[in-house]
């Protein structure tokens, strides 16, 4: 069997009792930290609280689930991955692999990015559109899903890349949306478009501002891990709650 066990967002503390336990009941135990991280702890703090060995495998260890199917054929298997079990398509993927190789496969869910997002925004997560994640790259297919999102007043989640230790910060998402909005001229992100910044969700101390991209630009998010969201048509509820986050 193996198990993708979301552990959630921040620290060892952010595990549900029921991914604590299911990881202490597998014979191998292995953790993935390039699709997020948990700035709170460290794979040392992780294994003292499930009382395990935990491995971390790189992006092509996971990405191949060789290791991980083989062992999982005849014994219990757990991967850990920030955030909810099955966010990324990677994760996905294992699923399906070990379908086709006849093993059996379990989802362990945590706290997710999309709905701590969500709540610390004061936005509802029904409104929201595609995520979109922001890559290091130059590529305009972020300012082609906020575009979509936009047309149908949805918000939208963007997700911020993290690369060989290098993670972005709002600000470098913003610049990067100014500058493809330079060239299309499309008038959908803007100086004066409404934008949140969220850092470090699920900490103790998130920070979380709301204002014009002119205005946030001036802001420090501090330490990653950091989300941007464009919000949509919003709800008065949600307006009120946009402008406690001004002050």
């Known amino acids: 069997m193996i198990k993708i066990i979301g552990i959630g967002l921040w620290d060892e503390k952010s595990m549900t009792l029921q991914a604590q336990e299911e990881a202490a009941d597998c014979d191998f135990l292995y953790a993935e930290f390039y699709t997020s991280k948990m700035f709170g702890s460290s794979l040392k703090k992780l294994e003292t609280k499930i009382g395990k060995d935990i491995q971390e495998l790189s992006r092509e260890e996971v990405e191949s689930g060789k290791e991980l199917l083989e062992k999982a054929k005849k014994q219990k298997v757990g991967l850990l991955v920030g955030g909810d079990a099955m966010t990324a398509t990677t994760h996905t993927q294992l699923i399906l692999d070990a379908e086709e190789a006849g093993v059996e496969s379990k989802i362990i869910h945590g706290v997710s990015i999309v709905s701590a997002a969500a709540g610390l925004s004061g936005l509802q997560v029904y409104k929201f559109g595609k995520t979109v994640s922001i890559p290091f790259e130059d590529v305009e297919s972020p300012y082609n899903i906020i575009e979509e999102n936009k047309s149908i007043g949805a918000h939208t989640l963007c997700l ?22 330079k060239v299309r001229e499309e008038k959908v992100f803007m100086k004066d478009t409404l934008v949140v910044g969220i850092a470090r969700a699920g900490s103790p101390k998130p920070v979380v501002k709301a204002g014009r991209v002119e205005e946030l630009l001036k802001k420090n998010f501090g330490e990653p891990l950091q989300v941007l969201i464009i919000p949509g048509k919003l709800h008065f509820a949600e307006e009120e709650a946009l402008e406690l986050l001004k002050k």
């Open 160 to 181: 911020l890349d993290i690369q060989d230790g290098k993670f972005m910060t709002v600000n470098e998402a913003m610049k990067k949306l100014l500058k493809i909005e």
